[in-house]
């Protein structure tokens, strides 16, 4: 299992560099993400209100190493900018090698898009080939490189 877990980081970690190399091929910016969405529940009148807010992600202590780790704990992995003529677009990017988000990861990028922080959300996955490909997490749809701010 150890070895297992290890190899499925690295191939994960390998996922992420190649998206973030495309991406910036492209001419894209980007930037890693650092923040998580963190859900409180309120009872308010006898009923209860899941209140989500973005804090900080937590560091990681590595058992190994002995050290903390900063980078990698927040959820989306990346954000994405597209230079305009005045400010940016800014769009998030979740990389995962069969594109499944778990229910509690659907349930943040969810809150991510109904709070306008972010106004579209793409998932980066492999296909049966290995090639990377993007989607569109609302339509489904595949997109090409240059059609991700589209």
């Not at 495309?22 to 923040?35: E, F, K, P, S, V």
């Not at 202590?61 to 704990?73: D, E, H, L, P």
């Not at 778990?102 to 492999?126: C, G, H, Q, S, T």
Request: glycine fraction near 10%; charged fraction near 30%; proline fraction near 2%.
């Amino acid at each position: 299992m150890v070895a297992m877990g290890k190899k499925n980081k690295r191939s994960g970690n390998q996922l992420e560099a190649k998206a973030r190399a495309a991406l910036t091929d492209a001419g894209y910016i980007i930037c890693r993400w650092q923040n998580t969405v963190e859900f409180t529940t309120d009872y308010d009148a006898g009923g209860s209100i899941e209140i989500g807010r973005i804090v900080g992600a937590k560091p990681k202590w590595n058992f190994f190493t002995k050290s903390i780790s900063y980078s990698g704990t927040g959820f989306m992995d990346y954000i994405v900018m597209k230079k305009l003529k005045q400010g940016y677009e800014v769009i998030g990017l979740e990389v995962k090698s069969t594109g499944y988000l778990d229910p509690e990861e659907r349930k943040k990028v969810d809150w991510y898009l109904d709070n306008n922080v972010f106004p579209k959300m793409i998932i980066a996955k492999k296909d049966k080939t290995g090639h990377l490909i993007f989607i569109d997490y609302k339509t489904k749809e595949e997109l090409l490189v240059g059609d991700i701010f589209k």
